[in-house]
């Protein structure tokens, strides 16, 4: 690989990570939230019930911030605290699914219907080579996270 294309793909790379900040900023803010919350809406709606303390493992903010998170998620009744059957010390952070989803994707709608045509537009071994690239890419980005930590 040529320094100029190294160059130009670690540009669009870097781009492409400060439009999806923005995109979702925005996003977040047409649903009441910041961006970075309604991310880890996200890793809720992903991960499904959890404790504080796995959530703050999860995202990196301490257990301090992440009340606070859980705070303004369930003011808006997008989670919902439960306590552990066996154990009433243990909270679980439930998200409300059917909640968030109403929130958010009329918000996604148009992205979404415009990634799968993007998406597509690729012949099955161009999408084998963007799987594998966005793969190692991901696992680069948690190497580099879990090192920092």
Do not use: C
């Not at 606070?68 to 997008?78: Q, S, T, W, Y």
């Not at 989803?101 to 071994?125: D, N």
Request: aromatic residues 8%.
């Amino acid at each position: 690989m040529t320094e100029e294309m190294l160059s130009l793909m670690r540009k669009l790379s870097q781009h492409y990570a400060f439009a999806s900040i923005q995109m979702h900023e925005t996003i977040g803010r047409k649903a009441g939230l910041t961006g970075t919350d309604h991310k880890y809406l996200g890793f809720l709606m992903q991960k499904g019930q959890m404790t504080a303390g796995e959530l703050s493992a999860l995202t990196g903010l301490t257990t301090g911030a992440v009340t606070g998170l859980i705070d303004r998620f369930e003011k808006k009744h997008l989670v919902k605290r439960e306590f552990a059957k066996e154990d009433r010390r243990k909270v679980f952070i439930v998200p409300n699914t059917k909640k968030i989803m109403a929130l958010l994707e009329p918000l996604y709608k148009e992205f979404r219907t415009k990634s799968q045509q993007l998406i597509a537009s690729f012949s099955e071994k161009e999408l084998k080579i963007i799987e594998a690239y966005l793969l190692q890419a991901i696992d680069i980005a948690e190497e580099t996270t879990n090192k920092l930590k």
